[in-house]
C-alpha cells in the first residue's frame, strides 16, 4: 500500500542525551537528503540500506545550520512499517527536536497522527492487530512478567493459536459445503457430523483455555487493584510503607487522568499491585470515614485483593468483624500484625472469619513477615507456578470479550450438532465464531475499530 510521508517526535518530550524524529513513507529518505549535509558530502539517497550518517541538517533556504545529527536509513521492506524510514537521532532537548521536526515538515512529511507507524505496520502487512496491541503493552508494561506476555503477544503467539482454531473451522465449513454441493454423497453427512462435533469441541476448549488465563492476563496489564483495610492503629500505613520500600515503586506517568482516589503501584514478584487509596491510608485513620461509607464499597467491590490488618495485641473488635462482613466472598488475605507483642487475639476465631482466606503473620516494626505476605499474594493469583515460557495469556479487554462471544457461539454449534439441527444450520453458527477470532487479529475488523484502537497510542509509535 502506498501513503503519504509520515513524521513525529518518537521519544518522550523532555532533556535528554538524545531525542529521535523518524518518518516513514516513499519519500522518507528524499526529505532527509534535502535537508542532510554531510562532511564528506555523501547523499542519503545513494546510502545503502540500514546504515547511520553523521552530519548537519540545514535549513535550504537560508542555508543555517539547524542540528548536528545521526540519521538512519532503513529502506522497506525490512522497517518497522514495511515502508522507507529514517530515523534522525538529535540532541535530546524540547527546542532541538521541535527544530528537526519542524524542519521535515516543510519539506513535505505529514505530522503523524498517535499510533500511525504501528498502523501502518498493520496495513502493511507486517503485524496483525493483536500483534499491534502488543506493542503498547510492551511500552506500558509496568513488570517484567507483564512485558513477557506482550513480548509473546507481540511475536506473534496468540495470533498463531487463533489461526489454527479458524483453520480448524474453515476445514469443517469445507466439509459442509462438499456436502451442500454433492448431496448424492450420503455417506459425507455421516462424516461431516461426527468431525464438526470434534473440531468444535476442540476449538472450545482451547477458548476455554485461554479464557482461564485471561484474569491473571488482566492483572499483569493493568495491576492487581488492592485495598487495604483495618482499624486505626493496626498498621495500615506501616504494611503500605513496607510494600513500597521493599518492592520497587512503579512509576506510572499517565498523563491526563485526575483521579479522586489515588494510587501506587508496587512489583510483588512480578505482579503488578495497584494500591488503592493510598492517601485514605496515609492521611487520615480510616478509609470508611473519608470517603464515606458508599463509597468505599465501592472501592472494595472493585477491588481485586483486599489485604484485612488485624492488630495481635488486642482481643478482635466488632469492628474487625464488621470488616470481615464487608469483605465475605472476596480474595482477602488477612494480615495478624504485630506479633512482637504479646498475642491477645483469638486465632481460631480469626481462622473461622477468614475461612477461605489465607492468614498471615506479620510484625511490620521488626520487618518480618513481609516476604510470607508476598508469598500468600503471588499464590493466590498464579497458584504458586512459576511463569510458564509457553504459556500463552490473554490480557486485552477487547480480545476477553471477543472470546467470550467465540466461545458462546461454538457452544450453540456444538449444541445444535448433538441435537441432530441439518448441518447447514450449524455452518452458520461455525462461520460466526470463524469470524470473531478473524476480529482478534483483525481480519474480519472494520475500519472505525482500526481507527479507535491506534488513537490510543503513544504520539511517534
Ligand atoms: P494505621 O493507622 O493502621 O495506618 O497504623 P500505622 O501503620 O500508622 O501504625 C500504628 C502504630 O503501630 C505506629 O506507631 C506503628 O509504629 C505501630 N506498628 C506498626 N506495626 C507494628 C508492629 O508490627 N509492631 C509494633 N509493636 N508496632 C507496630
Redesign the pocket.
Known sequence: MHFDTIAAISTPMGEGAIAIVRLSGDEAIQIADRVFSSPSGKKLLEAPSHTIHYGHLIEPSTAEVVEEVMVSIMKAPKTFTREDVVEINCHGGVVSVKRVLELVLKQGARLAEPGEFTKRAFLNGRVDLSQAEAVMDLIRAKTDRAMNVALNQMEGRLSRLIGELRQALLETLAQVEVNIDYPEYDDVEEMTIPLMIEKCTWVKSEIEKLLRTSSQGKILREGLSTVII?R???????LLNSLVQENKAIVTDIAGTTRDIIEEYVNVRGVPLRLVDTAG?RET?DIVERIGVERSRQVLKEADLILL?LNNSEPLTQEDERLFEAISGMDTIVVI??T??PQKIDLQKVKELAGDGKVVT?????DEGIDELEEAIAELFFEGTIESGDLTYVSNARHIALLDKAKETITDALRAAEMGVPVDMIQIDVTRTWEILGEIIGDTVQESLINQLFSQFCLGK
Do not use: H, Y
Open positions: 483495618g486505626p492503629n493496626v498498621g495500615k500505613s506501616s491510608i485513620e490488618v500484625n504485630k512482637d507483642l506479620t510484625s511490620l516494626l521488626q
